[in-house]
């Protein structure tokens, strides 16, 4: 059984580069969550979605960043536009329906601007 | 609004000895807690999980956490540390019973070294 996949595992881009970070969840799970781990600042949710639903993006930031996770294929998180300041590791994770929505993560793409 | 503090952002202990990692949290409705592993450029793991039921809870790799209420902590132990225990480790609160669908909202991490 396929854990959580992820993918590119490295990705390095330009500043002003588009960046797009693949999700897919484990086999039968049908949540997506979405969190950035930033030097000295720890992990952030970012945002959760269903499919082709955004069900909480409250942890987004309101520009250059957005998510979808489409009734075929992965979950995508994109950011237009990349800055310096967007350098950082973006982990997914996933859970089955049901409390307590235990979550398993992937191993996360680390994104460098430069 | 749901917070985690860990005391200790690096905990250094020998080879055999007990391990603590703390964790306090902060919640408006009874939380669901969970104690994540991190090793370096990997995702994290999940070693247990509080949902209510007992409140000691055994984890994998040998790892166990007990919740009190009356603390608000879910402090993570070991009682004799493996050198293959160093890794950086998240406590987690999750308010499923809120709006919030299960995110997690985690501490700073704490970074344990095992020495020989």
């Known amino acids: 059984n396929a854990g959580v996949m992820q993918n590119p595992r490295h990705l390095v881009r330009r500043r002003g580069q588009e960046a797009r970070l693949r999700c897919s969840p484990m086999?039968?799970?049908?949540?997506v969550y979405w969190y950035r781990q930033l030097p000295e600042e720890g992990l952030k949710f970012m945002v959760y979605l269903q499919k082709e639903n955004i069900i909480d993006e409250s942890g987004m930031p309101k520009e250059r960043f957005s998510a979808e996770f489409p009734k075929e294929g992965p979950s995508i998180l994109r950011i237009q536009q990349v800055v310096r300041g967007d350098s950082a590791a973006y982990f997914c994770?996933?859970?089955?329906?049901?409390?307590?929505?235990?979550?398993?993560f992937g191993p996360g793409t680390r994104l460098t601007v430069t | 609004a749901q917070s985690v503090t860990q005391l200790g952002s690096h905990v250094s202990v020998s080879e055999g000895a007990l391990v603590l990692l703390r964790c306090n949290y902060s919640s408006s409705v009874p939380p669901y807690l969970f104690w994540y592993v991190q090793y370096p450029n990997q995702g994290l793991q999940l070693l247990l999980k509080?949902?209510?039921?007992?409140?000691l809870v055994k984890g994998i790799n040998g790892f166990e956490a007990e919740f009190k209420k009356s603390e608000t902590s879910f402090h993570l132990t070991k009682p004799s540390a493996h050198m293959s225990d160093a890794a950086e480790y998240f406590c987690a609160v999750s308010d499923v019973g809120g709006t919030s669908y299960g995110k997690l909202t985690f501490g700073q991490g704490t970074i344990l070294t095992v020495h020989p």
């Open positions: 086999k039968g799970h049908s949540h």
């Open positions: 994770a996933s859970s089955s329906q049901g409390l307590p929505y235990e979550q398993y």
């Open positions: 509080y949902t209510s039921a007992a409140t």
